[in-house]
């Protein structure tokens, strides 16, 4: 809980794009809603970058997903990091467990995660997720697919593939249904629904919820915080 004392000091930014918005009332109130949704996706996405340059190695984002995988980590554990990108939550997960692999198709985003993250028990490697798994003769305690789901071409395939690999997958995805406003862009016509270029899919707790219970897949744990949707599951295939 935050508390704000009653009488608050004047924000002059904050006054002065409020007035400025009253410049736009030739526009009509669909278009201006638009826009207005449109900034706030933009600006929400440039603060998202700076934080990962303001944080750096103590980003809390890397730290919560850690929190919330915390309780169902033994330390014999392996896990697979699929799309670990520079590999920040793959070296925090190295810490709770007795070994992590780090797959990442961008050789550019492993070479960077090498130089940054060592230890015995973390490994990164340049391939592609699934094809790694496939060619990997063991099975995994838990993988880890945090913000890759939303990029797949396929990614009920995708899933299905990596099921018989792993007894727990982790899923992070954006949350589409965190606010209003995306559902105002949807309403109001806007092309700013997806997070990145080369995002493919939006998805819904509902979807996913019954995605899941088509799959077999258990929910041991589900959050909904931060803009995010995360989802421990358990396989069933001990």
């Given at each position: 809980?935050?508390?704000h004392?009653?009488?608050?000091?004047?924000?002059?930014?904050?006054?002065?794009?409020?007035?400025?918005?009253?410049?736009?009332?030739?526009?009509?109130?669909?278009?201006?809603?638009?826009?207005?949704?449109?900034?706030e996706?933009?600006?929400?996405?440039?603060?998202?970058?700076?934080?990962?340059?303001?944080?750096?190695?103590?980003?809390?984002?890397?730290?919560?997903?850690?929190?919330?995988?915390?309780?169902?980590?033994?330390?014999?554990?392996?896990i697979?990091?699929?799309?670990?990108?520079?590999?920040?939550?793959?070296?925090?997960?190295?810490?709770?467990?007795?070994?992590?692999?780090?797959?990442?198709?961008?050789?550019?985003?492993?070479?960077?995660?090498?130089?940054?993250?060592?230890?015995?028990?973390?490994?990164f490697?340049?391939?592609?997720?699934?094809?790694?798994?496939?060619?990997?003769?063991?099975?995994?305690?838990?993988?880890?697919?945090?913000?890759?789901?939303?990029?797949?071409?396929?990614?009920?395939?995708?899933?299905?593939?990596?099921?018989?690999?792993?007894?727990?997958?982790?899923?992070?995805?954006?949350?589409?249904?965190?606010s209003?406003?995306?559902q105002?862009?949807?309403?109001?016509?806007?092309?700013?629904?997806y997070?990145d270029?080369d995002?493919?899919?939006?998805?819904?707790?509902?979807?996913?919820?019954?995605?899941?219970?088509?799959?077999?897949?258990?929910?041991?744990?589900?959050?909904?915080?931060?803009?995010?949707?995360?989802?421990?599951?358990?396989?069933?295939?001990?």
């Open positions: 809980m935050i508390q004392p009653r009488k608050k000091k004047r924000k002059l930014l904050l006054s002065f794009i409020y007035r400025s918005s009253k410049l736009f009332f030739f526009l009509s109130v669909k278009t201006r809603l638009r826009l207005f949704s449109d900034l996706w933009i600006f929400e996405r440039l603060a998202l970058e700076e934080s990962n340059k303001y944080y750096k190695k103590t980003h809390p984002h890397p730290s919560s997903i850690v929190e919330f995988v915390k309780p169902y980590l033994k330390p014999d554990f392996s697979c990091d699929i799309g670990c990108k520079y590999g920040l939550i793959s070296a925090m997960l190295a810490q709770q467990v007795k070994k992590v692999v780090a797959v990442d198709s961008d050789p550019n985003a492993i070479s960077i995660a090498q130089k940054l993250y060592h230890g015995n028990n973390l490994q490697i340049c391939s592609e997720g699934t094809e790694y798994l496939k060619s990997n003769s063991g099975k995994f305690d838990m993988i880890v697919l945090s913000h890759i789901l939303e990029h797949i071409d396929n990614p009920v395939e995708f899933l299905q593939k990596n099921i018989p690999c792993t007894n727990l997958i982790f899923i992070e995805v954006p949350d589409i249904e965190k209003f406003l995306n105002y862009r949807l309403d109001t016509g806007s092309s700013l629904t997070s270029q995002h493919i899919f939006e998805f819904d707790r509902v979807y996913l919820m019954n995605l899941f219970g088509e799959l077999h897949l258990e929910i041991a744990n589900s959050e909904y915080k931060y803009g995010v949707q995360r989802y421990l599951l358990k396989t069933n295939t001990h």
